[in-house]
T-cell receptor, first 109, second 114 residues
């Protein structure tokens, strides 16, 4: 089983839709979790951290389920500008960040 | 604040040739990373430095890849000899410290081996 697994997509959704991605991780000792966004031919950039209590930032909500070892990202009221690849990232404290392969989202007008 | 600087942005070489990439991290960032991202995949860590010491190089193909950060600031990643499967984007990133901090990526160096 890979350390971090994501559905590669693509998820094609209309503007205004709500879309959710899940990411599973295999290391139960993982402590920190993040979602990064990567636009086509650009570098990854931090979208948001994922806390045990969940985290909301505008239209974006991230949640952690330690029992089932997955994190999720929910995007409400999708915009064309949300089209990108969303990378799930996991680390166990001082160990290096492990990236998933990413989930590709296309928001269509 | 200046971001992570990388050069060159693009490089095309023939297999068995050598190539070197340079990275200048964000000022004050002690931790520097080199990631390899093959098309359609997530970034894979090649090597992590803390100041001028290596923290993790377990996934660095040491028979052909080398990296250094001699003065704890700039870093160079070298590939010699290159193989076709080395075609990828080489992303340099930096963070203030090893744990719990956001890492910031440079724009990457795009390598094509023909």
């Amino acid at each position: 089983r890979k350390e971090v697994e994501q559905d590669p997509g693509p998820f094609n959704v209309p503007e205004g839709a709500t879309v959710a991605f899940n990411c599973t991780y295999s290391n139960s000792a993982s402590q920190s979790f993040f979602w990064y966004r990567q636009d086509c031919r650009k570098e990854p950039k931090l979208l948001m951290s994922v806390y045990s209590s969940g985290n909301e930032d505008g239209r974006f909500t991230a949640q952690l389920n330690r029992a089932s070892q997955y994190i999720s990202l929910l995007i409400r009221d999708s915009k064309l500008s949300d089209s990108a690849t969303y990378l799930c990232v996991v680390t166990s404290g001082n160990t290096p960040l492990v990236f998933g392969k990413g989930t590709r989202l296309s928001v269509i007008a | 604040e200046a971001g992570v600087a990388q050069s060159p942005r693009y490089k095309i070489i023939e297999k068995r040739q050598s190539v070197a990439f340079w990275c200048n991290p964000i000022s004050g960032h002690a931790t520097l990373y080199w990631y390899q991202q093959i098309l359609g995949q997530g970034p894979k860590l090649l090597i992590q430095f803390q100041n001028n010491g290596v923290v993790d190089d377990s996934q660095l193909p040491k028979d052909r890849f080398s990296a250094e950060r001699l003065k704890g600031v700039d870093s160079t990643l070298k590939i010699q000899p290159a193989k076709l499967e080395d075609s990828a984007v080489y992303l340099c990133a930096s963070s203030f410290s090893r744990s719990g901090n956001t890492i910031y990526f440079g724009e990457g160096s795009w390598l094509t081996v023909v």
